[in-house]
Nanobody, 114 residues
């Protein structure tokens, strides 16, 4: 059974940092393109960052220069390092990939507030 489990969310002050991890079970993450999405209250879920199996990355404009996405193949994780966080980054963050179907994690809450 394929599962994606996010961790690392929490409450942080503006300008702070958080590192989210997506851990895969029943799936080898390194062979898949992996995404991080987020959904703020009252807003549509949006794609934040992508890393391909070849290591190419892509980000939405609002997080470029602040977020990085990376893999730890030994741990079977995909991580999202978020720096210089802003209140508008507040959302539930989801890990996602497409295998034989769409796979989503349960989400982890990120709250940026003073």
């Amino acid at each position: 059974q394929v599962q994606l489990v996010e961790s690392g969310g929490g409450l942080v002050q503006p300008g702070g940092s958080l590192r989210l991890s997506c851990t895969g079970s029943g799936i080898i993450l390194r062979v898949f393109t992996m995404d991080w999405f987020r959904q703020a209250p009252g807003k549509q879920r949006e794609l934040v960052a992508t890393i391909t199996s070849g290591g190419q990355t892509n980000f939405i404009d609002s997080v470029k220069g602040r977020f990085t996405i990376s893999r730890d193949n030994a741990k079977n994780t995909v991580d999202l390092q978020m720096n210089s966080l802003k209140p508008e980054d507040t959302a539930v963050y989801y890990c996602h990939t497409i295998g034989d179907r769409n796979y989503w994690g349960q989400g982890t809450q990120v709250t940026v507030s003073s």
